[in-house]
């Protein structure tokens, strides 16, 4: 018996969605959140063959061989090269509490309390802008 092919290709598709970097941004996230380094490290394979290996190969200023071989079943990417992967294809990394319910009210982070403000981050941490907030920040 003659076997039929898939209606739509599984990989044609995913590429088309993981283009527009919302839908690269959610299903990154869920990879995150499942706390698997294999698992995030797939999507991001799969993310960079949607923007193409060789346009994240150029603007990592490497062979495509090597960020094949880098983003392989078997790879690890540094961090600055994971960096570069999203940055290439649209996206930030973003760190945020967990379990932290939404609408709650949470403590005031130990670099804003009283005597170690935002300009003091500023001072501390290289890049950092100091940018006003609206509500006074205390908690």
């Not at 690890?76 to 649209?90: E, M, R, T, V």
């Amino acid at each position: 018996m003659k076997k039929l092919p898939a209606a739509v290709p599984h990989e044609e598709h995913l590429d088309e969605i993981l283009k527009d970097a919302e839908q690269s941004a959610a299903y990154l996230n869920v990879a995150i959140v499942g706390n698997d380094p294999q698992q995030v490290l797939k999507a991001v394979r799969n993310v960079a063959r949607a923007h193409g290996i060789s346009d994240i190969a150029t603007v990592l200023h490497m062979q495509r061989e090597s960020v094949s071989r880098m983003l392989s079943k078997n790879g690890n990417p540094g961090l600055s090269n994971f960096l570069k992967i999203l940055d290439a294809a649209g996206l930030v990394i973003q760190v945020k509490a967990k379990g932290t319910p939404s609408g709650r009210r949470t403590k005031t982070p130990w670099l804003l309390r009283k005597g170690r403000g935002r300009k003091w981050c500023a001072k501390m941490v290289p890049g950092v802008r100091v940018v006003e907030m609206n509500g006074g920040g205390k908690g």
